[in-house]
């Protein structure tokens, strides 16, 4: 199976600088990446995507570097603003099917 | 163009009852996912439905229920309730099953059982 655990439960930052999310998972055949945000009261809204061909991907103001050697995938989000603030996950897809593995997510508060 | 939608918002029930949750896709999408999520973990993988069938479930006990109907939105049924099935719980769609789809999720449905 896959387990997909995140290092920090809670990030604090203050606004405008950079935040860096970190996610580990478990399972090397895992071949698809997507992290998710989680506003308070909402579902998850996607953010960014990555397949385990790349090695980076870039969105706007995010990106997502995953290292397949060591089996972890970052979120980096620029300029941090107040509106970022929310539970962010990251989840793995394994072989194909349509099963996502959540991890249990990390807060990210933006500090003015 | 309308997202994923879920009804209730809110449900309340106590222990032994049955809870049944609805999930209308956004249009076109055919797979629909339930997820549940208790307070402070991640979301944990329920079920996927593609085209009226079951195609995986995840680690939850038969009480745990659904289907899709022929418009595509889903049912999910929880029987006998039990306080630990207090929870967000959450549907997802996404374009056909073939390979890696977005999955967009609607807002939730907050079961609490007393």
């Known amino acids: 199976g896959e387990s997909v655990g995140l290092h920090l439960p809670t990030l604090s930052v203050q606004e405008g600088d950079n935040s860096i999310i970190n996610c580990a998972y478990s399972?090397?055949?895992?071949?698809?990446f997507i992290w998710y945000k989680q506003e308070s009261g909402k579902g998850p809204q996607f953010i960014i995507d990555?397949?385990?061909?790349?090695d980076k991907r870039q969105g706007q103001r995010v990106t997502v570097l995953l290292n397949k050697t060591v089996k972890h995938l970052s979120l980096q989000i620029a300029a941090t603003q107040p509106g970022d603030s929310a539970v962010y996950f990251c989840a793995a897809l394994t072989g194909g099917g349509n099963k996502l593995t959540f991890g249990t997510g990390t807060q990210l508060k933006v500090e003015l | 163009e309308a997202g994923v939608t879920q009804s209730p918002t809110h449900l309340i029930k106590t222990r032994g009852q049955q809870a049944t949750l609805r999930c209308s896709p956004i249009?076109?999408?055919?797979?629909v996912y339930w997820y549940q999520q208790a307070l402070g973990l991640g979301l944990q993988f329920l079920l996927w439905?593609?085209?009226?069938?079951?195609?995986n479930r995840g680690n939850f006990p038969p009480r745990f229920s659904g289907r899709q109907f022929p418009n595509y939105s889903s049912e999910l049924n929880v029987n006998a309730l039990e306080l630990e099935d207090s929870a967000l719980y959450l549907c997802?769609?996404?374009?056909?099953?073939?390979?890696?789809?977005?999955?967009?999720f609607g807002p939730g449905t907050r079961l609490t059982v007393l």
């Open positions: 990555i397949r385990s061909n790349m």
């Open positions: 997802a769609s996404s374009l056909s099953s073939g390979g890696n789809n977005e999955q967009f």
């Open positions: 249009s076109g999408h055919t797979s």
């Open positions: 439905y593609d085209e009226g069938e079951e195609r």
């Open positions: 399972n090397s055949a895992s071949d698809y």
